[in-house]
């Protein structure tokens, strides 16, 4: 087993969870989704051989951070609106304030992401096409893209299309879907309407779908609308892209990718990302890829692409926690 400097934030959750024991790790385990469950099961799984010194560092960064951390709880919807409201005011708060909250109280699509893709996409073929955008837009990125596969080939890019194009979603609206999926998924009456949907969501869901899949529905897509499906792709973040993301940002992503990974989704990538990769690596582990890559029998091109989208997720986590940029030094908002 790896020391404690080199284990993942993961690996460093899990390794807490085992240390407080069964009781109250399963209480923690409660208030997490069905991704952040599945992620520490398999790393607790894997940790292996833990020492008494790996505990303790782990629960004395814990410590750190807790004490770090301010005593105000956040399960108050009002508390929720008037913080953003305050912080941004009553324009720009309201749409954030609307997902949250929707998300708080969303219980049918809570349910919903613990599903398997396949049953998800079974109770919802038959729905209205909008309908099954809505659904999608309110599952994460990767999980809607599984289910969007699973669905016939001759809806996928109406369903797309109509995702992008999704700007709100009025109550009655979200009350229908209630009704369809038989859980209570309510808003506030006096929402105007939920923000959900949209370029960005369509582009995150592509981002999680083999070009074999995802290339005939952009094509069908810019067909019918040329400006949305450009406006679609300005929006994908791709592999090829990780080569603006700053060094910091690479190095922070290698902390978190395997190198099993990294060996087969750096197969027949441009030449300036494997070196901005190396160049982000110590010279020792950057040698050892190198050799392995040059050694390495022929992988098949679905097999690559599923580790660079496993790489593509965790960058996105990566971004959603502020902990890397995208963007890199050239993209992104301006600070102004």
Same mark, same amino acid.
């Given at each position: 087993?790896?020391?404690?400097?080199?284990?993942?934030?993961?690996?460093?959750?899990? $390794? %807490?969870?085992? *240390? =407080?024991g069964q009781d109250r790790a399963a209480s923690v385990l409660k208030h997490m989704g069905p991704k952040e469950v599945q992620l520490i099961g398999s790393n607790m799984a894997?940790?292996?051989?833990?020492?008494?010194?790996? =505990?303790?560092? #782990?629960?004395?960064? &814990?410590i750190i951070e807790i004490k770090n951390e301010t005593g105000l709880g956040l399960d108050s919807d009002e508390y929720i609106r008037n913080m953003l409201t305050n912080a941004l005011g009553a324009d720009k708060a309201g749409s954030i304030i609307d997902r949250i909250l929707l998300g708080a109280n969303s219980k049918g699509i809570e349910q919903l992401?613990?599903?398997?893709?396949?049953? /998800?996409?079974?109770? /919802? !073929?038959?729905?209205?096409?909008?309908?099954?955008?809505? /659904?999608?837009?309110?599952?994460? *990125?990767?999980?809607?893209?599984? =289910?969007?596969? $699973? %669905?016939?080939?001759?809806m996928r890019s109406d369903i797309l299309m109509r995702i992008a194009t999704l700007e709100g #979603?009025?109550?009655?609206?979200? !009350?229908?879907?209630d009704d369809i999926m038989e859980k209570q998924l309510t808003g506030s009456d006096g929402v105007k309407s939920s923000q959900i949907g949209g370029i960005d969501a369509a582009a995150n869901i592509l981002n999680f779908i083999e070009s074999g899949v995802s290339d005939p529905m952009m094509q069908d897509i810019n067909e019918a609308n040329a400006d949305l499906g450009q406006r679609i792709q300005d929006k994908m973040f791709v592999f090829g892209d990780l080569i603006n993301v700053d060094d910091r940002g690479i190095q922070t992503l290698l902390r978190e990718v395997s190198t099993d990974q990294l060996l087969?989704?750096? !197969?027949g990538v441009e030449a300036g990302l494997r070196d901005k990769v190396f160049a982000n690596m110590s010279r020792r582990a950057a040698?050892? $890829?190198?050799?392995?890559?040059?050694?390495?029998?022929?992988?098949?091109?679905?097999? =690559?692409?599923a580790a660079q989208k496993d790489i593509l997720a965790i960058a996105k986590?990566?971004?959603?926690?502020?902990?890397?940029?995208?963007?890199?030094?050239?993209?992104?908002?301006? &600070? #102004?």
């Open positions: 087993m790896a020391d404690q400097e080199k284990l993942t934030h993961a690996q460093r959750a899990s $390794l %807490l969870l085992l *240390a =407080v894997q940790l292996g051989p833990i020492s008494s010194g790996m =505990v303790d560092e #782990v629960l004395e960064e &814990f992401k613990w599903m398997d893709t396949r049953s /998800i996409a079974d109770l /919802i !073929r038959l729905e209205h096409p909008q309908i099954i955008s809505i /659904i999608l837009s309110l599952l994460d *990125a990767d999980q809607a893209a599984d =289910v969007l596969t $699973l %669905l016939p080939q001759n #979603v009025q109550p009655a609206a979200l !009350r229908e879907l087969l989704a750096l !197969r040698e050892m $890829l190198r050799d392995d890559l040059e050694a390495a029998p022929p992988a098949r091109l679905s097999e =690559v692409e986590r990566l971004s959603d926690a502020g902990e890397i940029a995208l963007g890199g030094g050239g993209g992104g908002d301006e &600070f #102004v």
